[in-house]
């Protein structure tokens, strides 16, 4: 079940990596459309 973890892992920083965009564009002021 290797590829699982891998799948999970990938989708755990996918979804860090969103939540820094969004909070990095929101100190800035900037807001990404939907």
Do not use: C, H, S
Not at 4 to 14: G, S
């Amino acid at each position: 079940m290797q590829t699982l973890k891998y799948f999970l892992f990938i989708n755990f920083m996918d979804r860090v990596g969103n939540i820094l965009d969004g909070t990095l564009l929101a100190k800035e002021g900037k807001k990404k459309p939907p």
